[in-house]
């Protein structure tokens, strides 16, 4: 693997160079009217490869593109050139279930034309100590361009791990999406983010319609948590994590903020962007346990304290 250094400026302080995909960086990304002027020939190389019927996707009846603020608005973006950026540690069992369903909705959408052809998804392996890397490495050569591989030398956790994809990604796309690769986030909800992206909102944040797999006293010390962020100046997305759209523009203004502890989901909604929600369901893993012990929970939640405090000290 050819070792590629980090864009400047975002994460604040790396000390790991990662290494991606050979097939993952190609020398030239294509400018959006390389890619508008390919929409129609990708849509053709695409037609009729469907593995999933339409009417056998979930239904998401979401109200109409409505912000916090009540606005309503209609479609004006083009289609975007978009990144899936998806956080992977010791998920040896989970990749090969959920690669080919990234992989599947992202060429639905090129199919339908709400996304550019060249779109593409980037598994981000955070140190990860299994297959991990390898089963990343070969669905990279398996789908040269539409998957790649970003490699970080140990362990940083899920909130750098976002970051570090972020910023591979960040002056390349117009809009990325990050999420869990467990599919816990269902990836067929990105159709009404993109939907919500191209009706003019900069970030669409997915927020779960329900928490069945969660005990009663998790969902309460959540409930919690929030209110607390709110308290301290902190704004809140309730029933938010990190499955969430962000147009280019916040990519660019996240790569400004030098802030060592990193609490992406409490640090997006404090700067300012056109934000809207979709609600979904959030399902159970595909396969293997969770990688988020109760100790990286904690100090998940400090760091989010610590962040909140310091956007409220230097005024958002």
Not at 34 to 62: F, I, N, V
Not at 143 to 154: D, F, Q
């Amino acid at each position: 693997m050819t070792p590629v250094p980090l864009p400047a400026g975002w994460p604040p302080t790396p000390s790991w160079p990662p290494r991606i995909h050979a097939s993952a960086v190609p020398s030239g990304m294509p400018s959006r009217s390389a890619a508008a002027s390919s929409a129609r020939r990708g849509l053709l190389m695409m037609e009729g490869g469907m593995a999933r019927a339409e009417g056998s996707r979930p239904q998401y009846t979401d109200s109409a593109c409505t912000g916090r603020d009540g606005e309503v608005r209609e479609a004006w973006r083009s289609a975007p050139l978009l990144a899936l950026i998806t956080p992977c540690f010791n998920e040896a069992e989970v990749l090969p279930i959920m690669i080919p369903r990234f992989v599947e909705e992202l060429d639905r959408l090129a199919a339908a034309g709400s996304i550019a052809p060249a779109s593409f998804l980037v598994l981000v392996d955070d140190g990860s100590n299994d297959e991990t890397w390898s089963l990343i490495d070969a669905a990279a050569a398996a789908n040269p361009g539409r998957v790649r591989g970003l490699h970080l030398g140990m362990n940083q956790g899920q909130q750098r791990a976002l970051a570090s994809g972020l910023a591979s990604v960040r002056g390349k796309v117009d809009a990325a999406v990050t999420l869990d690769c467990d599919g816990q986030d269902d990836p067929s909800v990105l159709g009404i983010m993109v939907d919500r992206y191209r009706a003019g909102f900069d970030v669409v944040c997915g927020v779960r319609s329900g928490r069945p797999a969660d005990s009663a006293m998790k969902r309460a010390t959540a409930h919690a948590f929030y209110r607390l962020l709110e308290l301290i100046g902190g704004e809140v997305v309730f029933d938010h994590a990190d499955f969430r759209l962000m147009a280019s523009c916040v990519l660019d203004r996240l790569a400004s903020i030098d802030e060592d502890r990193l609490y992406l989901r409490g640090l997006v909604p404090t700067l300012g962007f056109s934000l809207c929600t979709v609600a979904y369901e959030r399902g159970e893993r595909v396969a293997g346990d969770t990688r988020y012990s109760a100790q990286k929970m904690v100090r998940l939640a400090l760091d989010g304290v610590r962040c909140a405090l310091n956007m409220a000290r230097r005024g958002k």
